[in-house]
């Protein structure tokens, strides 16, 4: 019986119907999973409201209620999914939101000195306060010499060589 309600439910659906209904379901859970200010939500219901109406128009009203039905359970599934994996938090970090932090990390580094660990051509590694970061310079500085933080931006950490004569190290 559970078998024929089924078929039957799939049955008289046509194209425009589940159409609607995959790209609005896929959208809704892109938002998510990935959250962009509720613009994927809004097309995703939207999409889906449209595939109800025209289930409710085309079909009986016994079928828009199983419709209905499923597309809560699938939603419930998804959100069962992202609680068990936790993956709404992962995917929720941005790259500028990173970047960000970066910034409140190592902003406190600032004219701080340490030594270049490799020879630094636009991108090495310097370990400063006992600190290993990836750092950014536009002059090439040796292996060994001694560098300063001068900006942190979102993206990199900017340093330069310091001479050996700078009285003013911290």
């Known amino acids: 019986m559970l078998a024929k309600?089924?078929?039957?439910?799939f049955d008289s659906m046509n194209m425009v119907?589940?159409?609607?209904?995959?790209v609005g379901f896929i959208l809704f859970c892109?938002?998510?999973f990935q959250p962009m200010h509720g613009v994927m939500y809004i097309l995703g219901g939207g999409l889906t409201a449209g595939a109800f109406v025209t289930r409710m128009?085309?079909?009986?009203?016994g079928e828009a209620f199983m419709f209905v039905l499923i597309t809560a359970v699938l939603l419930f599934a998804v959100h069962c999914v992202s609680i068990a994996t936790q993956k709404r938090d992962w995917l929720k970090v941005?790259?500028?939101?990173?970047?960000?932090?970066?910034?409140?990390?190592?902003?406190?580094?600032?004219?701080?000195?340490?030594?270049?660990?490799?020879s630094i051509d636009l991108t090495g590694n310097a370990t400063i306060n006992d600190v290993n970061l990836?750092?950014?310079s536009e002059t090439p500085i040796k292996r060994g010499e001694r560098v300063?933080?001068?900006?942190i931006t979102q993206d990199r950490i900017t340093v330069e060589r310091v001479d050996?004569?700078?009285?003013?190290?911290i």
């Open 164 to 169: 050996e004569y700078d009285d003013d190290l």
């Open 134 to 136: 990836v750092v950014y």
């Open 30 to 32: 892109v938002e998510f």
């Open 148 to 151: 300063r933080i001068t900006k």
């Open 57 to 61: 128009v085309y079909g009986t009203a």
């Open 94 to 118: 941005s790259r500028i939101e990173k970047a960000g932090e970066r910034t409140r990390k190592y902003g406190s580094l600032i004219d701080h000195v340490g030594i270049a660990n490799t």
């Open 17 to 22: 119907t589940v159409c609607l209904w995959i």
């Open 5 to 9: 309600s089924f078929s039957q439910l």
